[in-house]
């Protein structure tokens, strides 16, 4: 809480506190705090031993006036001239002070900002890591929250997801994030009023960051379409949030407590899907016309696993030997992102396409 007196010194406190975001109480505390070292030093300056009760004097501080006391219980021990030593052997303890308090009181506001979006602009790399200039603080974006193929470039403005506060050698950092699901999501609340209002909610959604984005969507308010609205009017919306992320696919579905229906709208773009579920093993198997196949699957059977993911359904495409061998070698040929175009080859022997959400990851290291 701010002083209230008229004072020139108050007036110089309430300033400092505000500079620094602290309360002026934690101002005073650190003067009161410097003020005692100051007292231990000048005691040692002037060849004067130091009190067995040194620990329990007290320093206090008149907030209206600044004059500083230093007490052993009531009793009023303050050296003659002391307002001005104090003042020049205090400084460098209550500057640390400060820093401290300050450095306290952004960790705080940063720490109830978790999982939500911030922007700041690069400011350094040092190996593999950037730090982010916040403003008021220094982020971090470490090597396994930065996304594949993406270039960051000195004083770069970006948005990042704040993902964590973690604590390290240096002291608590702020942990950043480009490649997290949640970054969409939070783009998408930033970029969409339904979801802002709550009427549209992401329900589900998986990545792999750099490539393509899949989540799906529901609406709580009847007359609301959740897939146009996060799309927006000619695509305004999610090209404003492909435009962030470095032109990553992103597709948009409709999501349904059924789990056939949910399943067939995630494994769009194919259509003419059916899914026949297995409850007791919590599979799908799913079929779909020769022409949809390469479609369904994806480049290196991105969109098939993406669809698992989505879901938390093992899924089992029924394709060709043809189309199968076709998805090996797409899986085998590195950095590939772009999903397949349609595919009429002969038909042959049926061979079962498989993915699930345990093989994902397996799935993505061999591409």
């Known amino acids: 809480m701010p002083i209230q007196a008229r004072t020139e010194f108050a007036a110089a406190l309430n300033q400092i506190a505000s500079e620094k975001g602290v309360d002026v109480s934690v101002v005073i505390d650190a003067i009161e705090n410097a003020a005692l070292a100051a007292y231990r030093k000048d005691l040692s300056l002037r060849n004067e031993p130091i009190p067995e009760d040194f620990e329990e004097l007290t320093s206090k501080i008149n907030p209206s006036t600044g004059e500083i006391g230093i007490f052993r219980g009531a009793i009023n021990i303050t050296p003659p001239g002391f307002a001005r030593i104090a003042a020049q052997t205090a400084k460098q303890v209550i500057t640390q002070r400060l820093h401290e308090a300050e450095k306290g009181a ?3 506001e940063f720490n109830q900002k978790v999982g939500t979006i911030t922007s700041g602009s690069i400011q350094r790399q040092e190996g593999n890591t950037y730090f982010i200039d916040l403003g008021r603080a220094e982020g971090i974006l470490p090597p396994s929250e930065q996304t594949r193929g993406e270039v960051y470039l000195q004083n770069q403005r970006m948005k990042f997801l704040i993902k964590e506060i973690r604590e390290e050698g240096r002291g608590p950092s702020v942990i950043l994030s480009r490649s997290d699901p949640a970054l969409i999501t939070g783009l998408f609340a930033i970029e969409v009023p339904e979801i802002q209002s709550g009427s549209v909610e992401i329900k589900a959604i998986a990545r792999e960051a750099g490539g393509r984005t899949k989540l799906a969507a529901i609406s709580t308010q009847d007359g609301v379409d959740p897939v146009g609205s996060l799309v ?27 789990p056939a229906r949910f399943i067939a709208s ?102």
């Open 266 to 367: 995630a494994l769009s773009p194919a259509k003419d899907v059916e899914v026949i579920l297995n409850e007791a093993e919590h599979t799908a198997r799913v079929s779909i016309p020769e022409a949809q196949l390469s479609l369904a699957i994806g480049k290196g059977g991105q969109n098939v696993r993406l669809a698992a993911k989505l879901t938390g359904w093992k899924i089992d495409i029924v394709g060709t030997e043809a189309e199968a061998k076709k998805l090996t070698d797409e899986a085998e040929a590195a950095g590939a992102d772009k999903e397949a175009e349609p595919n009429e080859e002969s038909k042959v022997e049926e061979t079962p396409v498989v993915a699930d959400t345990d093989q994902a990851a397996s799935d993505k290291n061999k591409e």
């Open 232 to 258: 927006g009017q000619k695509g305004v919306r999610v090209q404003a949030v492909i435009n962030e992320i470095g032109e990553e696919k992103i597709d948009i579905v409709s999501f349904s407590e059924d």
């Open 106 to 108: 952004i960790l705080d």
